[in-house]
């Protein structure tokens, strides 16, 4: 047996050498990063919680995540950001779901892979704050 139908049938396996992009489409880079700036704007949002959330999101469906960590429907964005008294400069991190599938949305917001998650919410400087959801 080939190594290359060792990875059609086993992905992800020991000894099948797939790398880890392949394995979690969600650490590529986002095509929307190219015509947003909301991919690279500096700093982070509030911490809304810190643990992340699990959503199956739809093939072909938009979604807004929230970046700022005001929004009432977290992770996703209800225009919070829009409040004058606020004084947000954050905007939200808009994607299309490539395929339905489960993904796991940062809560923290601190995040450098937005809108997922990435462990950010394990360091200690993350932990010692607090956040909005106790």
């Given amino acids: 047996m080939q190594t290359g139908s060792l990875r059609a049938i086993l992905p992800g396996c020991r000894g099948t050498s797939t790398s ?10 986002r095509p929307e990063s190219a015509y947003h ?3 690279r704007q500096p700093g982070t949002g509030r911490i ?10 739809r093939k072909g469906r938009v ?17 919070s950001h829009r409040n004058p008294h606020l004084k947000i400069t954050l905007k939200p991190i808009r994607f299309v779901a490539e ?18 998650c990435d462990g950010s919410h394990k360091k200690p400087q993350v ?5 909005v959801i106790k």
Avoid: I, M
């Avoid at 880890?20 to 880079?29: C, G, S, V």
């Fill in 37 to 39: 700036t909301a991919y």
């Fill in 20 to 29: 880890t992009a392949e394995q979690f489409p969600e650490l590529q880079p």
């Fill in 99 to 116: 395929e339905t599938r489960v993904l796991w949305f940062c809560n923290c917001k601190q995040t450098a892979n937005r809108p997922y």
């Fill in 63 to 79: 979604y807004h995540w929230c970046s700022c960590g005001f929004s009432h429907t977290q992770p996703f964005c209800d225009g």
């Fill in 48 to 57: 809304y919680d810190k643990k992340p959330f699990r959503f199956e999101v």
């Fill in 127 to 131: 932990q010692e704050q607090t956040s």
